[in-house]
């Protein structure tokens, strides 16, 4: 899997749906998603990202549109594509910026 096998995907609903795309099918009039996320507005220029159904049972954890569900698709930017990959597909958690050590406490430091 790569960063640009992600894509959102839009639906006449408004929903806007990222996810690992396969349109091996799309002859057959199927979008096929696997690991589907709802992206969210919530304010202020930013986005949440929730699973989409996930009460469903879908077979490999992949979603099926009608090709006639789907108005476009397009690549995310990249910063969304790794937050959706660090959340979704990966599952690992990346520590941000540096790790904080204790300034009072002698002058401990952390060493790796």
């Known amino acids: 899997m790569d ?4 894509k959102i995907v839009r639906m006449p609903s408004g929903e806007e749906i990222i996810g690992i795309v396969d349109l091996s099918k799309v002859e057959q009039g199927v979008v096929a ?3 589907s ?3 969210i507005p919530t304010g ?3 986005l949440g990202l929730s699973p989409y159904v996930p009460y469903a049972e879908m077979e490999d ?3 099926l549109l009608k090709e006639s569900q789907v ?3 397009v690549p ?4 969304l594509a790794e937050q959706y990959h660090q959340s979704f597909v990966s599952n690992l958690v990346v520590p941000s910026g540096e790790i904080a050590t204790p300034s ?3 002058g401990l430091k952390l060493t790796t």
């Open 44 to 46: 202020e220029g930013r």
């Open 37 to 39: 996320a709802i992206l």
């Open 76 to 79: 995310p930017q990249k910063e």
């Open 61 to 63: 954890d992949t979603l």
């Open 3 to 6: 960063l640009s096998d992600i």
């Open 33 to 35: 998603i696997k690991k």
């Open 104 to 106: 009072g406490a002698g």
């Open 71 to 73: 108005v476009w698709i």
